[in-house]
């Protein structure tokens, strides 16, 4: 229920599509996901459904911009984190509504990335944790500390470096539990025009595998950014879709660190 909702907390995910039914298609292979559309009454917004259950949502690019995945963190109070958000550094890209739905706000935080907060003002359950659905989220930045100062000051994050914090700089922020999500300053490696950005994680199916269904992406259309490769959390690959739009994959069952 959404008063159990732990304000920090991933509670939505969506990617803006130029081309929706061709997106529908794309994820609808890939993951297996169906669409409700009547979950909007607007008609503008697109959820995707994995046994019932919301796991993301598909809306409209703006003309002329780029197809991106988003990532939305729980509020109780679009209005209080505003607020907030300017008070830490951040800048409001963006306040609206979705009709019966709830109020969304996105901000852009001070070390460049921008995020979404969503408040939503009915009973809300969105699924994560398994195959097909969100695993994880990665926050990339090159600056560490805007980044390390404005997430936990926000939402009380406590943080746990699992790098060595110089070559390799990757934090874990929990809420009183497990790690919910991660900031990784990108290296050398990243070309200096990627911006900073959230990585959206989607879980892989052991039975299938990352490198199946990698392939399987490419076979709809979509591209690889980045080849199956091996991280502790798994064996993950960087997949571009039918519009762009970059998530990762993962599968958690090749992890090799707990």
Same mark, same amino acid.
């Given at each position: 229920?959404?008063?159990?909702?732990?304000?920090?907390?991933?509670? @939505?995910?969506? &990617?803006?599509? +130029? /081309?929706?039914?061709?997106?529908?298609?794309?994820?609808?292979?890939?993951?297996?996901? =169906?669409? /409700?559309?009547?979950?909007?009454?607007? !008609? %503008?917004?697109?959820?995707?459904? +994995?046994?019932?259950?919301?796991?993301a949502?598909?809306?409209?690019?703006?003309?002329?911009?780029?197809?991106?995945?988003?990532?939305?963190?729980?509020?109780?109070d679009?209005?209080?984190?505003?607020?907030?958000?300017?008070?830490?550094?951040?800048?409001?890209?963006?306040?609206?509504?979705?009709? #019966?739905?709830?109020?969304?706000?996105?901000?852009? /935080?001070?070390?460049?990335?921008?995020?979404?907060?969503?408040?939503?003002? $009915?009973?809300?359950?969105? %699924?994560?944790?398994?195959?097909?659905?969100l695993?994880?989220?990665?926050?990339? &930045?090159?600056?560490?500390?805007?980044?390390?100062?404005?997430?936990?000051?926000?939402?009380?994050?406590?943080?746990?470096? $699992?790098?060595?914090?110089?070559?390799?700089?990757?934090?874990?922020?929990? @809420?009183? =539990?497990?790690?919910? @999500?991660?900031? *990784?300053? *990108? !290296?050398?490696?990243?070309?200096?025009?990627?911006?900073? %950005?959230?990585?959206?994680? $989607?879980?892989?199916?052991?039975?299938?595998?990352?490198?199946?269904?990698?392939?399987?992406?490419?076979? @709809? =259309? !979509?591209?690889?950014?980045?080849?199956?490769?091996? $991280?502790?959390? #798994?064996?993950?690959?960087?997949?571009? /879709?039918?519009? =762009?739009?970059?998530?990762?994959i993962?599968?958690?069952s090749?992890?090799?660190r707990?």
């Amino acid at each position: 229920m959404t008063h159990d909702i732990a304000p920090g907390t991933p509670v @939505l995910i969506d &990617v803006t599509v +130029q /081309d929706r039914d061709a997106s529908k298609d794309f994820y609808a292979g890939l993951f297996g996901w =169906g669409f /409700d559309e009547e979950l909007d009454p607007t !008609g %503008h917004y697109t959820y995707a459904v +994995q046994d019932g259950r919301i796991v993301a949502g598909l809306r409209p690019s703006a003309p002329g911009q780029p197809s991106v995945w988003s990532l939305y963190l729980h509020t109780g109070d679009t209005a209080a984190t505003k607020k907030a958000v300017t008070s830490a550094g951040g800048q409001v890209v963006h306040e609206g509504e979705a009709p #019966g739905q709830g109020k969304v706000l996105v901000a852009a /935080d001070p070390a460049g990335a921008v995020v979404g907060f969503w408040q939503p003002t $009915i009973p809300w359950s969105f %699924h994560s944790g398994s195959p097909g659905s969100l695993v994880w989220s990665e926050l990339n &930045v090159r600056d560490a500390a805007a980044a390390d100062g404005f997430y936990p000051g926000l939402h009380g994050y406590q943080g746990e470096q $699992i790098g060595d914090g110089q070559h390799f700089d990757y934090v874990v922020w929990s @809420l009183d =539990g497990p790690p919910r @999500l991660g900031r *990784m300053v *990108m !290296g050398p490696d990243f070309p200096a025009e990627v911006p900073p %950005h959230w990585l959206v994680y $989607i879980g892989v199916d052991p039975q299938i595998g990352t490198d199946k269904l990698a392939e399987r992406a490419v076979e @709809l =259309g !979509g591209k690889l950014a980045k080849e199956p490769f091996d $991280i502790p959390a #798994g064996r993950a690959a960087l997949v571009a /879709d039918v519009t =762009g739009a970059t998530f990762a994959i993962i599968d958690e069952s090749k992890r090799t660190r707990r």
